[in-house]
């Protein structure tokens, strides 16, 4: 009985979708072959999986632009995920495209990301050999590092959609040199994760005070709209008006709104990324993940002592993935435990 509900599910796919939509029962399959659950299908399953993994629930203290905010309603990584779940949702559900997947694909996008943000990313990039992309790393915490060192054996099609998300700063509707997702839903999922982050830091930078609203470009307020929840709307509408169309093949958006979208990006790396209210505690980040990274890269003794666990790889891979996967607070309470002096040392140094 049991195993007739995935079928179900499946079938219905095949009766409610488009053509075009990636289909649960056509997954080009896991990394190591398992038996498929008997009520859900593939990509609804990848999507659990994710949502009750430790990398998942560390999202929550990881910083999305303000580094460790103390007021509520500050976006974190976690937040930013939810926001581009829901929006990729929507945009999946309105062309028919295949829902779970488009969800799997944006909860896993960012579990590779570093303790502050980009900052961390920066930092990574330049110490560890071979570079540091936190794409990579999402792709690399299902793999590898989830589950004790099996991983989330999830399927090729999530998979693909986590390492490709990335966008860079070109061309979002037509980029040149960068491996687009495979599957329309991964496409969905680029293109919601833009939607999602410029306009949360947007808001979030305006409640800051770190700008005023007057500070935007009216020409960009006028085109997207003049309220978070408007400019959110404009954008998930234009995308579903120009791909549907062609029934979810393509991912597209109109020229005029996405070239507004990356001006908004623009300005957002102008006078809030790279403010003078953000940079200075974000290159004091940057010194806290050098440091951590270096003392574990060149004492692996002490880095199996922290993690509890002997070396499964080198010393600066094992260093790049236990950094990574630090929340901001934890990074926080390593750097001041290893490098700064504790209250009652001082007494006794100094009575």
Not at 90 to 100: G, K, V, Y
Not at 207 to 229: Q, W
Not at 282 to 292: C, H, Q, R, T
């Amino acid at each position: 009985m049991n195993k007739s509900i995935r079928n179900k599910l499946e079938k219905r796919e095949h009766e409610t979708l488009s053509p075009h939509a990636t289909f649960s029962d056509s997954s080009k399959g896991r990394k190591k072959p398992e038996r498929e659950d008997d009520v859900r299908p593939a990509f609804q399953h990848d999507r659990d999986r994710i949502i009750h993994s430790k990398s998942f629930r560390r999202l929550k203290y990881k910083t999305q632009v303000f580094l460790a905010p103390a007021k509520d309603h500050y976006r974190t990584r976690l937040t930013h995920t939810i926001e581009v779940s829901q929006i990729a949702r929507t945009i999946a559900r309105s062309l028919f495209l295949n829902e779970d997947l488009a969800e799997a694909i944006a909860l896993g996008h960012d579990l590779g990301h570093t303790p502050f943000g980009h900052a961390g990313e920066e930092v990574l990039n330049i110490y560890k050999p071979g570079g540091f992309e936190h794409s990579a790393q999402s792709l690399r915490v299902v793999d590898v590092l989830e589950h004790d060192g099996e991983g989330l054996n999830l399927t090729w099609e999530v998979r693909n959609g986590i390492r490709r998300h990335s966008k860079g700063r070109g061309p979002l509707l037509d980029p040149e040199g960068i491996r687009l997702p495979s599957t329309p839903e991964g496409r969905v999922v680029r293109l919601a994760d833009v939607i999602a982050y410029t306009n949360h830091d947007l808001d979030d930078s305006l409640r800051a005070g770190v700008i005023d609203k007057k500070d935007v470009p009216n020409h960009l307020l006028s085109m997207l709209g003049g309220s978070h929840s408007k400019r959110i709307d404009t954008m998930i509408r234009d995308i579903i008006k120009h791909s549907a169309p062609t029934e979810g093949a393509i991912i597209t958006g109109s020229s005029g709104i996405w070239e507004a979208v990356s001006s908004l990006r623009d300005f957002l790396y102008d006078k809030v990324y790279d403010s003078d209210a953000v940079r200075p505690d974000f290159e004091k980040s940057k010194g806290i993940v050098a440091a951590l990274y270096n003392e574990f890269r060149s004492d692996p003794l002490h880095l199996e002592r922290e993690t509890g666990r002997p070396l499964r790889f080198r010393p600066e891979r094992e260093a790049a993935d236990f950094v990574a996967g630090m929340t901001d607070r934890y990074a926080i309470n390593l750097y001041s435990r290893l490098y700064m002096p504790s209250p009652w040392a001082i007494e006794t140094l100094f009575p």
